[in-house]
């Protein structure tokens, strides 16, 4: 009985001597603050879509025979490019036959409006006869009446000659009908279609595929949309960057064009607000295609060479941890703060410039009192190691 008495004392004193020993420091992430740029970021909610500033789906405006086809899937065409052509030989021989009938309009005006002159130049002549009485007035009148008549007769003539002018433009129009030209210079994107197929046009109210996709690509934009209560802060002209998952490295810059002046309730998702933005030059070695999904952050105030700290180093309620006057001892600070994203907030009271602040917020030991070890950057790699499994 006295041994098991020695042995639970021994043992209490063991405890005790483990609870009073000093606590190992916590080892700690920490980083400084210091002067940077901020920037307050818009984003958009869902994905956004690269598009193209000029897109046609064209159709022909009457069906037909495929007779000629002048493009293929990729080729580059310049504006008004011939790109599609239905049978159409009868409005061509019709074409002709107008353009044949204006010239015999015009040599018919030429005859009637020579004899027209003529026959003024013989009523001058019978003017002076008839002042030196050496012709009736009798002759003078026929004289007279005969040059009325062909002057009418050019001037009828003239006409015929317009309305033939215009046979020809009708016919012009008929046989534009029959073919389809690029509105813009671009690239043909799908062409749906082949030589002897009957292409129909799209009647009102029914979806049919187009004959040919022309895309304008020298000219693209992002078209994402925006929470609600984001985009009431979003101004035409603002600076954006566009980042794509085709190319996760690279960002690219842009503008604000446009801001939809309408919001969007679609069923089973949240409001939002259409914003395009248009982008800057593009590197050579940089070729984006329409379709490519994308995502934009729309800068809304910056701020240069201002007092910053990582926005992971905040705590709720605007607070951080950083080191007391002994350096090792944890110490919660309020902040003042200004501008923030995702990686970076403003300070604007609260911290010194290289004041340390935690980084290590996911330890729960790491609170306001603990003392801290706090790693270097290699001390941090190797930790980080060890921690993977």
Same mark, same amino acid.
């Given at each position: 009985? %006295? =041994?098991? #008495?020695? &042995? @639970?004392?021994? +043992? ?21 603050a ?7 970021l ?12 000029q ?17 293929d ?5 310049e ?42 130049r ?8 008839? %002042? =030196?009485? #050496?012709? &009736? @007035?009798?002759? +003078? ?19 015929q ?10 016919q ?31 009647p ?19 078209r ?18 566009v ?5 996760r ?13 309408y ?8 409001r ?7 982008l800057?030059?593009l ?68 911290l010194?410039?290289d ?7 996911d ?27």
């Open positions: 009985m %006295k =041994k098991l #008495l020695i &042995s @639970a004392g021994v +043992l209490a004193a063991l405890i005790a001597a483990f609870m009073l020993r000093p606590a190992k420091p916590i080892e700690v992430r920490m980083s400084q210091a002067p940077g740029l901020v920037e307050a818009v984003s958009n909610t869902r994905s956004g879509t690269i598009k193209a500033c897109r046609s789906r064209l159709s022909l405006a009457l069906g037909g025979q495929v007779n000629h086809l002048y493009v899937q990729g080729d580059k065409v504006a008004g490019a011939l790109l599609l052509e239905l049978w159409n030989d009868d409005l061509k021989a019709a074409l002709e036959q107008s353009k044949a009938q204006v010239r015999m309009a015009e040599l018919n005006k030429a005859s009637a409006c020579r004899q027209a002159q003529a026959d003024e013989e009523v001058k002549r019978q003017r002076e006869l008839f %002042k =030196k009485q #050496l012709a &009736s @007035a009798e002759q +003078l009148d026929r004289v007279e009446t005969s040059a009325e008549i062909t002057r009418l007769s050019c001037q009828q003539n003239e006409a000659v317009q309305n033939a002018k215009a046979s020809v433009a009708v012009q129009a008929r046989l534009a009908q029959t073919q389809l030209r690029a509105p813009f210079a671009g690239i043909v994107a799908e062409v749906n279609g082949e030589v002897g197929e009957y292409a129909t046009p799209s009102p109210g029914v979806a049919t595929p187009p004959a040919i996709d022309l895309i304008d690509e020298r000219c693209l934009y992002v994402a949309p925006i929470d609600e209560v984001d985009a009431s802060v979003i101004r035409v002209g603002m600076d954006a960057r980042t794509l998952d085709a190319f490295d690279q960002a690219f810059t842009g503008k604000v064009s446009r801001i939809a002046p919001v969007e309730d679609k069923e089973k998702q949240a939002t607000v259409n914003v395009d933005v248009t800057n030059t590197p050579d070695d940089v070729q984006l295609l329409v379709g490519y999904s994308a995502d934009i952050e729309v800068i809304t105030a910056a701020s240069e060479q201002t007092l910053r700290i990582p926005s992971e180093a905040l705590l709720e309620g605007n607070h951080v941890l950083t080191l007391a006057a002994d350096g090792k001892t944890l110490q919660k600070k309020a902040l003042t703060l200004g501008l923030s994203n995702w990686t970076w907030t403003e300070v604007k009271e609260g010194e410039a004041q340390p602040v935690l980084l290590s917020l330890n729960p030991a790491a609170v306001d009192g603990a003392e801290v070890r706090v790693l270097n950057e290699m001390d941090a790699l190797h930790t980080d190691k060890a921690a993977k499994p």
